[in-house]
């Protein structure tokens, strides 16, 4: 199986391919994973057209309120190296070197997510970033097409039709085959799924995001500490935060759609009234009294609480599973198109980014582009179904054990085991963001590890009288040595 994680080298001199008209693309979609796979495709010497329904953000702005900014981990800046793009990228992040966690009594604990800033993740603004990777794009001979939304595709004649938000013009234009970087709601998706059975499913979470402002201090700084992903966990919902380069957190409220009847096991302990929703806090005031109550450190630094509340979209979150992301030789899905998921362990779009290292390096390893497609899909598809899954997971520990003994034991336990095992033992957060891992292994092996820490502190509150040869040879007896490449 080739390396995903690199791509061969550019060919010296694109004439000297006679497969010139082969190496065509029509991407759906200038989003972070059209404009990357634009980006590295044009640089190998590819013809790329990039179809985008919005205007030119890099002339219009940014929109708000849809995830302002966004966790970039490893995966995601070593996809971001083969375009050389992270330099670039780099420029904009806010390193994040661990969990905040704002308990309910007011204390703070810094929860470090590696063993030292080499093992960090990064806040970005999206905005930014698309800017970045359109520019690359472009340098790179990628024609981007602003204004262009699919409406339809005829598959048969390889032709696909675009109308404009702005006006009621509409365009036909033939194609070889098509990329659909279009996100969650793909109209390339519903198109191939009106020729061919995708095996298509959308698993709705019953939880929804609203996002806030932390404005810079009167000093123009950050006014909570700046190098962290804050949360505040409180059970069945959570807020959390992410620094932005100019100084403000956009601060993410997630909460159930509906309320829990009151006394319901689950809800917040000691409540009588409903548990908090969207259903029961349905405008700025009750936010802020909501806040007040149970996030009042968050409470006092968001001044536009009320007018957020009331102006920005509420979010829905899902995941959404497809058995097929092509149709032969003329359609392939990427990214959200392909598999949206919760946003819950900050892999979106790292994992759409190594989408796009792994298509193209199909495409430009295969003479036959069903073939590319085909084998994309097969190696993709099972790692998609693993990030899918931890993603999930991981809104349960980020909104109710980061706070929790047994949890924090475990913790404690997985990272001496780390210490002691360096080459077999490694937090599965690890192997997601610090690691080229395939989301698959680091699923599997995060399961082996979880059963293994569960069995080693069973019944304990510390780690003081463990016999840590019985831990060893555990550890040596299921987990064989990590591939070198973690
Ligand atoms: C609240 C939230 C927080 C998140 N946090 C993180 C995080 O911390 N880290 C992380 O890695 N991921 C995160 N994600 C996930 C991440 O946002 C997505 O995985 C990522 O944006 C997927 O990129 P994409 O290019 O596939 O889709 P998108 O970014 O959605 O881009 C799709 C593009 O296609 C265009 N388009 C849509 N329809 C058409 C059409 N018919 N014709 C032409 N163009 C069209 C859109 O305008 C857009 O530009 C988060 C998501 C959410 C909702």
Redesign the pocket.
């Known amino acids: 199986m080739p390396d995903p994680t690199s791509l061969p080298p550019d060919p010296a001199d694109a004439a000297a391919h006679d497969d010139g008209d082969r190496r065509q693309l029509t991407i759906?979609?200038?989003?972070?994973?059209?404009?990357l796979l634009a980006a590295l495709l044009a640089q190998r010497g590819w013809q790329i057209d990039v179809?985008?329904?919005?205007g030119d953000l890099r002339e219009l702005g940014y929109e708000r309120g849809?995830?302002i900014?966004?966790?970039?981990?490893e995966r995601?800046r070593h996809a971001l190296r083969q375009a050389d793009a992270d330099d670039a990228v780099m420029e904009q992040t806010v390193m994040m070197r661990g969990r905040m966690v704002h308990f309910v009594d007011g204390h703070l604990d810094l929860q470090r997510y590696g063993r030292d800033d080499s093992e960090v993740i990064w806040?970005v603004h999206?905005g930014e970033l698309?800017e970045v990777l359109l520019d690359i794009a472009e340098r790179a001979g990628a024609r981007i097409h602003f204004h262009?939304?699919?409406?339809s595709v005829d598959f048969d004649t390889r032709v696909a039709h675009?109308g404009d938000d702005r006006s009621e013009d509409v365009r036909a234009i033939s194609f070889q085959c098509l990329v659909g970087?279009?996100?969650?709601?793909?109209?390339?998706r519903q198109a191939m799924a009106r020729v061919s059975e995708l095996g298509e499913r959308s698993e709705f979470l019953g939880h929804s995001?609203k996002?806030l402002e932390i404005p810079p201090g009167s000093d123009g700084g950050f006014q909570i500490e700046a190098n962290a992903l804050h949360i505040w966990p409180r059970g069945r919902y959570m807020c959390i935060a992410?620094p932005n380069d100019e100084g403000t957190f956009t601060v993410?409220l997630f909460l159930p759609n509906h309320a829990e009847p009151a006394g319901n096991a689950e809800a917040s302990p000691a409540r009588t009234e409903a548990a908090p929703s969207f259903d029961t806090i349905t405008d700025g005031a009750q936010a802020r009294a909501f806040f007040d109550r149970d996030f009042p450190d968050a409470s006092r630094l968001i001044p536009e609480l009320e007018h957020d509340f009331d102006h920005n979209p509420t979010?829905m979150?899902g995941t959404l599973y497809l058995d097929r992301w092509h149709l032969d030789d003329r359609a392939v899905l990427?990214?959200?198109?392909?598999h949206?998921?919760v946003?819950f362990?900050?892999?979106?779009?790292?994992?759409?980014?190594e989408d796009c290292v792994a298509l193209a390096d199909h495409l430009l390893r295969a003479d036959d582009r069903a073939d590319a497609f085909a084998g994309f899909q097969a190696e993709r598809l099972p790692n998609a179904r693993a990030i899918q899954q931890m993603a999930l997971e991981n809104y349960l520990e980020m909104r109710d054990h980061v706070d929790d003994d047994d949890y924090l034991l475990q913790r404690e336990l997985g990272n001496r085991l780390a210490k002691r095992h360096p080459d077999r033992f490694l937090p599965r957060y690890s192997m997601v963001s610090f690691t080229h891992l395939p989301y698959a292994v680091a699923l599997e092996r995060g399961d082996t590890q979880h059963q293994l820490l569960v069995e080693l502190t069973q019944g304990r509150e510390s780690l003081d009288a463990l016999d840590w040869a019985a831990a060893d040879a555990l550890v040596e007896a299921r987990l064989p040595p990590l591939p070198q490449e973690a």
């Open positions: 759906i979609g200038a989003g972070l994973a059209g404009a179809y985008e329904k919005r849809r995830s900014n966004l966790a970039l981990a995601g806040s999206r698309n262009h939304r699919l409406d675009f970087a279009d996100g969650a709601g793909s109209s390339l995001y996002e992410l993410t979010g979150l990427i990214g959200d198109a392909a949206a998921m946003p362990h900050g892999q979106g779009m790292n994992c759409a980014f």
